[in-house]
């Protein structure tokens, strides 16, 4: 049974940083290109934030997150990372991890609030 589990989400004050983990299980991380997503809670659309690419490790961000959010991988603890600093208020939401090609295999999220 693949699963993802995210966890590091809390309340942070506007510029301080977080780091999301997503930690995989029932499948390898390595090889695959692996997406975080985001979404406001009531909310059915997610929102596009990272991927990281599966054959090279290349990555691409949203443009709202752009310069502030790093997203990386380790293949030996079977985990990727969303590093966020200078987080802002619009950055409060649930964030997901996922395998970029179907099946996607979400995860519950993780929430991140930003207080002004």
């Known amino acids: 049974q693949v699963q993802l589990v995210e966890s590091g989400g809390g309340v942070v004050q506007a510029g301080d940083s977080l780091r999301l983990s997503c930690k995989a299980s029932?499948?390898?991380?390595?090889?695959?290109?692996m997406d975080w997503f985001r979404r406001l809670p009531g909310k059915e659309e997610r929102e596009f934030v990272a991927?990281?690419?599966?054959?090279?490790?290349?990555?691409h961000y949203a443009d709202s997150v752009k310069g502030r959010f790093t997203i990386s991988r380790d293949n030996a603890d079977n985990t990727v990372y969303l590093q966020m600093n200078n987080l802002e208020p619009d950055d409060t939401d649930i964030y997901y991890c996922?395998?970029?090609?179907?099946?996607?295999?979400w995860g519950e999220g993780t929430q991140v609030a930003v207080a002004s």
């Open positions: 996922c395998y970029a090609i179907p099946p996607n295999f």
């Open positions: 991927q990281i690419g599966g054959s090279d490790d290349t990555t």
């Open positions: 029932g499948r390898s991380v390595t090889g695959y290109s």
